[in-house]
């Protein structure tokens, strides 16, 4: 299917505005970044109000969790804008000299990290994802096309048209970056079978959207896939610190990729554990999906009241995202068992181990197959913001090119720059 002329010619554009891209100096893109986050600061009624209109018109019956993706307060727009301006002052890496030597024939050589061209990316949900693969795919020298979901339509339309006039005004082409705003999915497929227009696409959102990508892109993908994170609490565990860190990986905020969907508890501590946890979360209205032994201690450890927050867990919830309050439970007798399960059920995204032994975090961390592996810490962190890169493309779960939160360096990649003196090849 042909691209309709107006979303063709944008997409053409993109492709000049990489090349302009490319020669741009950190400075005038951290300008642009600033200028951006000065103008979004002061559009926050229209933003905040586009954004209630989008709310208002999600079905009664949709999920909390998609609703709490879907909304922008003042809070979170703050936290946007701080991102913004933090890439602003992180180390531009488009130049960044990964590796030199001058050879024996005098040839000088260097792998330079340079930008990865013209990206494409579509995402669910979440508008302020369009600013922040913005920021990032932007200071790493990219022209980058967005498409949101149906649902972020007019917050979306708010960011869309304030990043294209500060880019403007900072002396940028409308060109460095396109949001499409027409919503036929027939457009994805022709633009994803498109390699002389795009070079990178990326998919961040449900399996089924990854699917499609892989099923249908001609171009290479940056793969962010589901989460389906794992923590593990060892027998020699500290119960409050592993209560604390299961609570906050599962109900800070259960609709985003890096929340707990099911916790492993080594039998020993099992009892004591499920019982801290419980009276911790027992305001939350936590759901638990239980094996045979864990759920025989959620019955004794929940009140009459509620009782009907744990069931039995069938085959299919070890392998579930749930991006809402359920938690799956699962009694192991050893680190192996837990290990062996995340090697069956995770998708490699984030995991964690609660102990207090280095060997048994050790081997959990270099035995498990994940993007991200902790100790004594909560999925939580596995955030571009959160480590430190300014913000996060997503969190790639795939090992070639780039792996766990993608953020400005892993938008490059290193090339060969070699100089010489008139050498030949003998």
């Known amino acids: 299917m042909a691209l309709p002329t107006q979303i063709e010619s944008e997409f053409a554009g993109l492709r000049a505005g990489a090349r302009f891209l490319r020669a741009a100096s950190a400075e005038q893109k951290n300008a642009a970044l600033n200028e951006i986050a000065t103008r979004l600061q002061a559009a926050e009624a229209e933003l905040l109000q586009a954004n209630a209109e989008d709310l208002a018109r999600l079905a009664p019956d949709a999920l909390p969790s998609f609703r ?6 003042s809070a979170r727009l703050k936290g946007m804008l701080e991102s913004l301006r933090q890439i602003a002052t992180l180390p531009d890496p488009v130049g960044e000299i990964v590796e030199e030597r001058t050879l024996a024939n005098g040839l000088k050589t260097r792998r330079v990290r340079s930008p990865l ?7 669910e949900s979440r508008p302020n994802v369009a600013l922040e693969a913005f920021s990032l795919a932007f200071k790493a020298g990219n022209s980058i096309g967005l498409r949101g979901g149906r649902d972020s339509a007019r917050t979306v339309a708010v960011l869309y048209r304030v990043m294209r006039e500060a880019l403007v005004h900072k002396g940028f ?11 036929d999915r027939a457009h994805v497929t022709s633009i994803l079978r498109r390699k002389d227009l795009v ?6 959102g449900s399996e089924k959207l990854i699917q499609f990508f892989e099923e249908t892109a001609v171009m290479p993908i940056i793969k962010n896939d589901r989460g389906l994170c794992h923590a593990y609490v060892a027998d020699d565990a500290d119960l409050d610190m592993a209560a604390a860190i299961v609570d906050n990986g599962k109900t800070q905020r259960p609709g985003v990729c890096n929340s707990l969907e099911t916790t492993l508890v080594h039998e020993a501590v099992a009892k004591a554990f499920i019982e801290k ?11 638990f999906r239980a094996d045979d032994r864990s759920l025989a201690l959620l019955k004794a450890a929940l009140s009459p009241r509620h009782q009907a927050h744990v069931t039995k867990a069938t085959p299919a919830d070890w392998d579930t995202e749930y991006l809402d309050l359920i938690l799956n439970v699962r009694v ?23 102990t207090s032994s280095q060997e048994k975090a050790r081997k959990f961390q270099n035995d498990v197959d994940a993007a991200a592996v ?34 400005l360096k892993e938008l490059t990649t290193p090339r060969w720059i070699i100089d010489g003196t008139g050498q030949t090849r003998v």
């Open 68 to 73: 709490d993706r879907l909304t922008i307060t």
């Open 173 to 183: 082409p409308a060109s460095s970056f396109y949001g499409m705003t027409d919503y």
């Open 117 to 123: 061209g013209v990206i494409f990316m579509v995402f």
């Open 332 to 354: 192991v007798r050893s680190l192996e068992e837990a290990i062996e399960h995340i090697e069956q059920h995770g998708s490699r995204h984030s995991e964690t181990i609660i």
């Open 199 to 204: 070079d990178i696409a990326v998919p961040r």
């Open 277 to 287: 946890l419980v009276e911790r979360t027992g305001s939350k209205s936590l759901q």
């Open 374 to 407: 902790y100790w004594n810490a909560s999925t939580r962190f596995t955030d571009g913001f959160e480590l430190g890169l300014g913000g996060e493309l997503g969190i790639s779960t795939q090992k070639l090119h780039v792996r766990g939160p993608v953020g």
